[in-house]
């Protein structure tokens, strides 16, 4: 199973890319609306999650969580209490943990990005406390992965495929795309 968070302001394209992917490789996934059942992203699409933070039990019963980017939804996230019991539950059990564009900074804020390498949306770097900042579209460091921005959600979303299901499954879904 896997979660991903989404709060008003969040990156439609970071988040809508990634969850679509994950759904045609058949990855049970579902969105969790921190700010109610419906979210609206950043450029002002709204997406009605399937569970809301109220609903979602608390377990460590999953395999990933994800946080989308994007301004404030990155914010929203970040002040929310069941993001950050997720992301402590996701940290001391080993699980996936995902965000892209200016939500690493939400990982580094809890230290989780000490020692590791990562990469976020251009001008957040000040808050990836201890991490190594890597000029990449996408970087996985152990259970993390983060992602640059939007122009990298294809990578990021194929990079968390990869890391569930496999290279192979990963490799598969990449040829259905037809990016060429």
Same mark, same amino acid.
Not at 7 to 19: D, H, Q, R
């Given at each position: 199973?896997?979660?991903?968070?989404?709060?008003?302001?969040?990156?439609?394209?970071?988040?809508?890319?990634?969850?679509?992917?994950?759904?045609?490789?058949?990855v049970e996934?579902?969105t969790?609306?921190?700010?109610?059942?419906?979210?609206?992203?950043?450029?002002?699409?709204?997406?009605?999650?399937d569970?809301?933070?109220?609903? &979602?039990?608390f /377990?460590?019963?999953?395999?990933?969580i994800?946080?989308?980017?994007?301004?404030?939804?990155?914010?929203?996230?970040d002040?929310?209490?069941?993001?950050?019991?997720?992301?402590?539950l996701?940290?001391? /059990?080993?699980?996936?943990?995902?965000?892209?564009?200016?939500?690493?900074?939400?990982?580094?804020?809890?230290? &989780?990005?000490?020692?590791k390498?990562?990469?976020?949306?251009?001008?957040f770097?000040?808050?990836?406390?201890?991490?190594?900042?890597?000029d990449?579209?996408?970087?996985?460091?152990? /259970?993390?992965i983060?992602?640059?921005?939007?122009?990298?959600?294809?990578?990021?979303?194929?990079?968390?495929?990869?890391?569930?299901?496999?290279?192979?499954?990963?490799?598969?879904?990449?040829?259905?795309?037809?990016?060429?």
């Amino acid at each position: 199973m896997v979660y991903m968070f989404l709060a008003n302001g969040f990156e439609e394209i970071e988040a809508l890319y990634t969850l679509d992917l994950l759904r045609r490789a058949s990855v049970e996934a579902l969105t969790v609306g921190i700010t109610g059942k419906t979210a609206e992203g950043s450029h002002g699409i709204p997406v009605v999650c399937d569970i809301t933070a109220e609903q &979602l039990p608390f /377990n460590d019963e999953f395999d990933m969580i994800i946080l989308p980017g994007g301004m404030p939804g990155s914010a929203n996230l970040d002040s929310s209490d069941t993001v950050d019991k997720y992301i402590k539950l996701a940290s001391d /059990n080993g699980k996936l943990i995902c965000a892209i564009c200016a939500a690493p900074y939400i990982l580094g804020k809890r230290g &989780l990005l000490t020692g590791k390498k990562a990469t976020c949306f251009p001008s957040f770097e000040k808050y990836l406390d201890g991490a190594e900042i890597v000029d990449a579209g996408v970087v996985k460091d152990g /259970n993390i992965i983060t992602g640059r921005a939007m122009g990298s959600a294809h990578t990021f979303a194929l990079t968390i495929l990869e890391a569930l299901k496999g290279k192979e499954c990963a490799e598969e879904m990449k040829k259905t795309i037809i990016l060429k």
